[in-house]
């Protein structure tokens, strides 16, 4: 008898390799596993965005964020995704997300520590992001 890992026991291992430094590049087919089992649930589709993001592949980002901001739109690392992604992809509309982000982080304050923290890990992780810093400047700064 085989005993396949749930949804969300891909995700937590998921998160943990990705909190050990585990590359991008290797995360992605994970989350895509999870996101086909699961396509109703918005965390995998923010974390999904956000490893195609890391991994430069700012189209399939902007498709995964897309997805996550519709499932969760009170989800402010979901709109902080997709305003990169389009910034990456040359689309209009980024205020829109801004401002849903930057709303939605004064109304759900504890959320600001993990959001500054995936900042400082986007940082680390793909150095001279000027998209990722237009971003936090517009969210934090302004």
Same mark, same amino acid.
Request: aromatic share 8%; charged share 30%.
């Given at each position: 008898?085989?005993?396949? $890992?749930? /949804?969300?026991?891909?995700? !937590?291992?998921?998160?943990?390799?990705?909190? +050990?430094?585990?590359? *991008?590049?290797?995360?992605?087919?994970?989350?895509?596993?999870?996101?086909?089992?699961?396509?109703?649930?918005?965390?995998?589709?923010?974390?999904?965005?956000?490893?195609?993001?890391?991994?430069?592949?700012? $189209?399939? /980002?902007?498709?995964?964020? !897309?997805?996550?901001?519709?499932?969760?739109? +009170?989800?402010?690392? *979901?709109?902080?995704?997709?305003?990169?992604?389009?910034?990456?992809?040359?689309?209009?509309?980024?205020?829109?997300?801004?401002?849903?982000?930057?709303?939605?982080?004064?109304?759900?304050?504890?959320?600001?520590?993990?959001?500054?923290?995936?900042?400082?890990?986007?940082?680390?992780?793909?150095?001279?992001?000027?998209?990722?810093?237009?971003?936090?400047?517009?969210?934090?700064?302004?």
């Amino acid at each position: 008898m085989t005993t396949e $890992q749930t /949804a969300e026991e891909l995700f !937590q291992e998921g998160l943990r390799r990705y909190q +050990e430094g585990e590359s *991008a590049e290797t995360l992605i087919p994970l989350y895509e596993n999870i996101c086909d089992r699961q396509p109703k649930i918005a965390s995998g589709w923010i974390c999904l965005s956000w490893l195609y993001l890391l991994h430069r592949q700012p $189209q399939m /980002a902007l498709k995964a964020a !897309q997805k996550a901001v519709k499932i969760s739109p +009170e989800d402010p690392q *979901a709109h902080i995704n997709l305003a990169i992604a389009m910034l990456e992809t040359s689309q209009t509309g980024v205020r829109n997300h801004i401002e849903a982000a930057k709303n939605w982080l004064l109304i759900l304050k504890d959320l600001k520590e993990e959001i500054m923290a995936n900042f400082e890990e986007g940082r680390r992780r793909r150095p001279d992001w000027k998209e990722l810093e237009r971003v936090f400047t517009w969210v934090f700064e302004s």
